[in-house]
């Protein structure tokens, strides 16, 4: 059984075809929309969070893949601005898997985004707004 | 051993020798304090963190026909600014925020824009805002006024912040079990997290910890230009107790800075949002520390761990004004990513950047070598540890019904 966040690109050829359906139907799978933007003849956007078993949520991909819906993990789409960022570290401790970790040599705040779950709690803590989220 | 003439003429000559307030912690670490204020002239030091009491004042030029502000109301970009003075002059608070933002109304409230993202606009050269109302007078019969201002064509744009630069700082903590919103940061429940804010070892006031050299006219570092601290700030502290190599070991000291906002950078003036309390600016700052003498290179040399603050907890006590510490801790501790407090390991952040600090110090140390920068005799000191000058509560006397 494992749970992953997930963001659907799809074509506007698409947005009419019950996609959602088929991963429930198909591939037993659960799942939770975070976000959606879906409307007729415009690229279709959903941030999806599926659970199930392993090797259902593989074919799942594969059958996405197949239709033309881009995936990809929502880790991905958690950007720091750098422009934006002082360095300072307060989101350091909100972070609970520790993806953003202070570099004991140079003092800046270094972020793994293959750690990060996207829960955004650092986008909301930090003072200069530097944590964005793109989808 | 040497005087503040007397470094200048070495910086004109360039011949002088600055470090860091880091660099010099190595030097008298390897070659003692004798040797190392031999042959340093100048520390330079450096803090870049939220400071609330900031804010600048701005003369905007008189429009055709006259307006007198004064008496009337004012918003930059929907910030209202102070307009208690002539008919021209407005002064914009780094906290003061949009008549119509939701505040904590949703909680906790975002606090997106304000006085001190204002502040980073203007001097990142973009066009503001202003819309102004005024009751008109017969020398100044304009009612209403709405315009774009630039930092360009103001008459004067100066940074004046009643209180920066504090001299240590707490340690917030939350013992209760609801998370909580700061002006420390998120602060989780029972002890989930130890928010500090100081640059400890790059910070002028702790470098300077019975202000030596730092007094009324020394001038700074501040913003990315030159300023000049004004006055001791609001809140100075200076009685509170002190560790044996002088360093308070609590929030004391403070500066009143001043400089012109036109030579400023949007990178060391940042506006800066506070998740359920508010809007501020996160302030660049850096104090050329003069090595006079041995005494003064000591305290200069003043390492992390050897300055030590408060642990205090903001679930209860703060908000009650309940004077009380849960335990001391050194920066040293606090940089190392967590503390032990009541048996319990806290994960710890920093609201105040040392990468920053440090490259301001840097910035600093660099203008002085070149000859950019030349030190200020202080006109007066600011008030002394010995003093007896206190920071008190407020007496309150219930209003006579």
Request: proline fraction near 6%; hydrophobic fraction near 35%.
């Given at each position: ?17 019950p ?20 409307t ?26 197949s ?69 | ?51 609330c ?13 006259r ?51 204002v ?23 304009r ?26 700082y ?13 002006y ?42 030159i300023?000049y601290?004004?006055?001791h ?26 400089g ?9 003036l ?15 700052i ?18 992390d ?22 335990g ?74």
């Amino acid at each position: 059984m494992i749970t992953k966040r997930i963001v659907l690109h799809f074509p506007h050829r698409m947005v009419d075809q019950p996609i959602i359906y088929k991963l429930v139907k198909d591939f037993d799978l659960r799942f939770n929309i975070l976000k959606a933007y879906v409307t007729p003849q415009e690229e279709g956007l959903m941030v999806l969070e599926l659970s199930g078993e392993d090797s259902n949520f593989n074919k799942s991909m594969e059958y996405l893949k197949s239709c033309g819906v881009k995936t990809q993990p929502l880790s991905e789409d958690i950007i720091r601005n750098e422009i934006k960022c002082t360095d300072c570290g307060v989101c350091v401790p909100i972070c609970p898997v520790g993806a953003l970790e202070v570099d004991p040599i140079t003092r800046k705040v270094n972020f793994y985004d293959n750690k990060c779950i996207a829960c955004e709690l650092c986008v909301k803590v930090c003072p200069t707004k530097a944590m964005e989220v793109h989808f | 051993m040497r005087t503040i003439r007397e470094i200048n003429e070495k910086i004109k000559k360039g011949q002088v020798v600055v470090v860091t307030a880091e660099e010099i912690i190595e030097l008298v670490e390897k070659k003692g304090v004798k040797k190392a204020a031999q042959e340093v002239d100048v520390v330079t030091t450096g803090t870049f963190g939220p400071m609330c009491s900031s804010g600048a004042y701005f003369n905007i030029g008189h429009s055709r026909p006259r307006i007198k502000l004064g008496g009337g109301s004012c918003k930059l970009n929907d910030v209202p600014v102070y307009c208690g003075f002539a008919a021209v002059d407005v002064y914009l608070g780094v906290s003061a925020i949009p008549d119509d933002d939701p505040r904590n109304k949703v909680f906790p409230g975002e606090f997106k824009y304000g006085g001190g993202h204002v502040i980073q606009e203007l001097i990142a050269g973009k066009d503001i805002r202003l819309e102004a109302a005024a009751y008109g007078t017969d020398c100044y019969p304009r009612k209403k006024l709405e315009t774009y201002i630039n930092i360009k064509d103001l008459n004067e744009a100066v940074l004046f912040n009643i209180r920066n630069a504090y001299q240590n700082y707490n340690v917030a903590v939350n013992l209760s079990d609801k998370i909580i919103y700061t002006y420390m940061g998120v602060l989780k429940p029972k002890l989930g997290n130890a928010n500090y804010c100081s640059a400890g070892q790059l910070s002028p006031l702790l470098k300077d910890p019975y202000y030596k050299t730092i007094g009324v006219g020394t001038r700074i570092f501040l913003g990315g230009g030159i300023g000049y601290v004004a006055w001791h700030g609001t809140q100075h502290n200076p009685g509170v107790k002190r560790r044996p190599n002088g360093v308070p070991s609590a929030p004391a000291g403070t500066l009143a800075v001043i400089g012109d906002l036109k030579q400023m950078k949007p990178e060391w003036l940042v506006g800066t949002s506070m998740l359920g309390y508010g809007v501020t600016l996160t302030v660049g700052i850096g104090v050329p520390i003069p090595i006079l003498n041995e005494e003064i290179a000591q305290y200069a040399a003043a390492k992390d761990k050897d300055i030590y603050t408060q642990v205090v907890d903001y679930g209860n006590d703060y908000p009650n004004m309940v004077a009380r510490s849960l335990g001391e801790v050194n920066y040293a501790q606090l940089k190392s990513g967590k503390i032990v407090l009541e048996g319990k390991e806290i994960p710890t952040g920093n609201l105040s950047s040392y990468s920053k600090a440090r490259q301001i110090a840097e910035e600093l140390k660099s203008w002085i070598k070149k000859g950019d920068f030349v030190l200020s005799e202080p006109y007066a000191p600011l008030p002394q540890a010995e003093s007896g000058y206190a920071f008190r509560p407020l007496k309150e006397r219930p209003l006579a019904l």
